[in-house]
């Protein structure tokens, strides 16, 4: 079993759309959750960082940890078409051996 | 915009050649990584290195080879290449040892297919 599981998708949700992305994870070890956005043919790059439980809000980015259901996940308000890109959750432990575990990523497409 | 470059691009190349993927970086990181990225899967760590003359493998096993002679570039290499090593191979560096709040920046990957 993977440490950590996410929806590929893909995803497709109108503009405007709220979106809703997760990751459930085994390792009740992580303390640090993050979000990269990786779009096409690019590198994946940070988007959001969260350490353990609660919530974080950047702009139309909330990133919410549920430690207790092994939960984390990605909400996008008014979704728009530069949105669409593959959502990598990634994680790791303190201390953390030099060690991010990444979810498989979900694909989500943001249509006009 | 994260300055870590990887080139080429994109790499197409018969079966049995010797091939080095290069990956540079000009922010001074002293941490630098490679991953391999295949359709519909999580990244894995392959290589790390925390510094000139320093190199580790990663979890996922990996028949390519990685050197760190200078700061700034961390070269893979396949000293003869397979189908199976056909993937998107990812390079990034960090100021700090991965895990906690450090960021990873990510070159724009090299695509590798081995025909």
């Known amino acids: 079993q993977k440490e950590v599981e996410q929806d590929p998708g893909p995803l497709s949700v109108p503009e405007g759309a709220i979106v809703s992305l997760n990751c459930t994870y085994s390792?009740?070890?992580?303390?640090?959750f993050m979000w990269y956005r990786q779009y096409s043919r690019k590198g994946p790059e940070l988007l959001m960082y969260?350490?353990?439980?609660g919530n974080k809000e950047d702009g139309r980015f909330t990133a919410q940890v549920d430690k207790s259901s092994k939960y984390i996940s990605l909400f996008i308000r008014d979704s728009q078409p530069s949105d669409s890109a593959t959502y990598l959750c990634?994680?790791?432990?303190?201390?953390?051996?030099?060690?991010?575990?990444f979810g498989t990523g979900t694909q989500l497409k943001v249509e006009l | 915009e994260a300055d870590i470059y990887q080139t080429p691009r994109y790499l197409v190349i018969g079966t049995g050649k010797k091939i080095t993927l290069e990956c540079s970086q000009t922010?001074?990181?002293?941490?630098m990584y490679w991953y391999q990225q295949d359709p519909g899967m999580e990244l894995h760590l392959i290589h790390y290195?925390?510094?000139?003359?320093?190199?580790e493998k990663g979890d996922l096993s990996s028949e390519s080879t990685v050197s760190r002679i200078r700061t700034e570039h961390f070269p893979l290499t396949l000293e003869s290449a397979r189908p199976s090593h056909t993937s998107q191979y990812l390079c990034?560096?960090?100021?700090?040892?991965?895990?906690?709040?450090?960021?990873?920046?990510f070159g724009q990957g090299t695509r590798l297919t081995v025909v």
């Open positions: 969260t350490y353990s439980s």
């Open positions: 290195s925390y510094g000139v003359n320093s190199t």
């Open positions: 990034a560096s960090s100021p700090l040892p991965l895990g906690g709040n450090t960021e990873a920046f």
């Open positions: 922010m001074g990181h002293d941490k």
């Open positions: 990634a994680m790791s432990a303190t201390g953390g051996g030099n060690k991010l575990t």
């Open positions: 390792n009740s070890a992580f303390q640090y």
